[in-house]
């Protein structure tokens, strides 16, 4: 069987490609999805590719992902990347590999956006390689554990 991950997008990453292509790029989040999942096929991976604007359906998707034992999270929480610990809380119950990947280099950008409760909990952090961030975490997933994850 397929091991499976979860990828799961915050808010506003859903309006990806509309607004501030300059520093988000020109993609949508459809295009990362798919461009995720030829990667993933690819790698003989499973994955879920999941939105929400809502910070307590993002809650509800990583405890979907400890009540399914899957095995790693790559997770963009956008904004809520400086702001729940809710999501942090439920990410400490998660016993599998969480990678915290950013489109931009939140480090370079306004003093708000270098905090990041989320990576208390990461295993590691890609960030500012554009939607890039979300496929090298992939590599890195497969990479792992003589390229099981
Ligand atoms: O760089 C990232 O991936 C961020 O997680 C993106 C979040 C931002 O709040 C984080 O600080 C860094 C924002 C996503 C906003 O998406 C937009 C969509 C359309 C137009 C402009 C922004």
Redesign the pocket.
């Known amino acids: 069987m397929k091991d499976k991950i979860y990828i799961i997008n915050g808010p506003?990453?859903n309006?990806?490609g509309?607004?501030?292509p300059d520093k988000?790029g020109s993609l949508n989040l459809q295009d990362i999805e798919d461009m995720c999942k030829n990667k993933c096929d690819k790698l003989n991976l499973s994955c879920v590719f999941f939105q929400s604007n809502i910070e307590g359906e993002i809650v509800n998707k990583i405890h979907d992902a400890i009540d399914k034992n899957i095995k790693a999270i790559i997770i963009?929480a956008?904004?809520y990347?400086?702001t729940s610990i809710a999501i942090l809380d439920a990410l400490k119950m998660f016993k599998g590999i969480v990678i915290e990947v950013?489109?931009?280099n939140?480090h370079a950008r306004e003093e708000f956006?270098q905090q990041s409760f989320i990576s208390k909990v990461a295993h590691g952090v890609i960030a500012g390689f554009g939607e890039e961030s979300y496929l090298m975490a992939i590599d890195y997933l497969f990479n792992l554990n003589n390229k099981k994850v």
């Open positions: 506003n990453l309006k990806l509309i607004r501030e988000y963009n956008a904004a990347t400086h950013h489109i931009t939140i956006r």
